[in-house]
């Protein structure tokens, strides 16, 4: 899937440095007023280890997306399926080209991908205090379903809604 300005496309394993390098930035710009330094850096090494996405790249429950404009990567998304829903587990964008459709044209990529293995659903988890991406996704369909706290070990939590969309 393309725009004029970017392209989207799966992840490869060039990509997957480059993945863990963005993410520190969008982390960086999101997340300092939300959760410690301390858990971002612990989230940051669990979630976006090369092995780790090495591994999720050759696991056909696991889908991987990255947009790039011109060269230069400006967007990612994973998503993991069940045997009945997909969970849309990262949507990241730089935020130079947020509000730009990057992030609408990765998630139109999870849910074609979605419905193609007839999942029933699109969930995801979302940090109660990130009302932009809340927002976003409320824009695209999703609707808060529940609220919880995900206790993720070594004294962290996730403070969370979670958010739906029938596909």
Same mark, same amino acid.
């Given at each position: ?31 300092? =007023? ?5 858990? &971002? %850096?612990?989230? $940051?090494?669990?979630? #976006? ?6 591994? /999720? ?19 990612? =998304? ?5 045997? &009945? %829903?997909?969970? $849309?587990?990262?949507? #990241? ?6 509000? /730009? ?67």
């Amino acid at each position: 899937m393309s725009d004029a300005l970017f392209h989207v496309r799966r992840l490869n394993a060039e990509d997957i440095a480059p993945v863990s390098a963005l993410a520190r930035v969008v982390w960086q710009s999101t997340y300092p =007023a939300l959760i410690s330094q301390a858990q &971002i %850096d612990a989230m $940051l090494s669990d979630r #976006y280890a090369t092995s780790h996405i090495r591994s /999720q790249r050759e696991d056909p429950t696991h889908g991987w997306w990255v947009a790039h404009q011109n060269l230069t990567l400006v967007g990612f =998304a994973h998503a993991l399926l069940d045997p &009945i %829903d997909c969970k $849309l587990d990262k949507l #990241y964008v730089h935020p130079d080209t947020q509000g /730009q459709g990057v992030g609408r044209t990765l998630l139109l990529s999870i849910q074609q991908w979605a419905r193609r293995q007839h999942a029933g659903r699109l969930w995801l988890q979302v940090n109660r205090g990130n009302t932009q991406a809340i927002t976003a996704y409320q824009k695209y369909g999703f609707r808060i379903i529940e609220s919880r706290v995900f206790d993720i070990g070594n004294g962290f939590v996730m403070d969370d809604h979670l958010m739906e969309q029938r596909l």
